[in-house]
């Protein structure tokens, strides 16, 4: 997502957190919101910053902000070869919904997209 879809998607149902540290950009979010669903559009952690904890720390201000907006339902999908992230999702209480076969366009063509989802009742 180029920086400047990532502004034009800043209103309406969708809101944006952003994580610095030390003046350092470390991660940010972007979800949509229609009635009691929340879908995730865009995750992300700088490299310096993987594997440290920040991502699930990202992924639980999402579902915070969340409940704090009703939302009763998240939805998320990631690239199938993506297994750090599904990994992480997975222990969040997320689970596989569907495949979607040849979502994201790949070096090879194309390949599918995990769409999951979570309750929070």
């Not at 939805?75 to 992230?85: F, M, P």
């Amino acid at each position: 997502m180029s920086y400047a879809n990532f502004l034009s998607c800043l209103s309406g149902k969708y809101f944006a957190f952003v994580a610095y540290q030390n003046e350092q950009l470390v991660g940010l979010y972007l979800a949509h919101q229609v009635l009691d669903e929340l879908t995730l559009i865009e995750v992300g952690v700088a490299p310096e910053y993987r594997g440290k904890g920040y991502g699930k720390a990202l992924m639980q201000h999402f579902e915070q902000q969340g409940v704090k907006r009703g939302a009763q339902q998240f939805w998320l999908e990631v690239r199938e070869s993506n297994h750090i992230a599904i990994a992480l999702y997975q222990s969040l209480d997320f689970s596989e919904i569907e495949i979607r076969k040849n979502y994201y366009p790949s070096e090879n063509g194309h390949e599918n997209a995990v769409v999951m989802s979570k309750f929070t009742f």
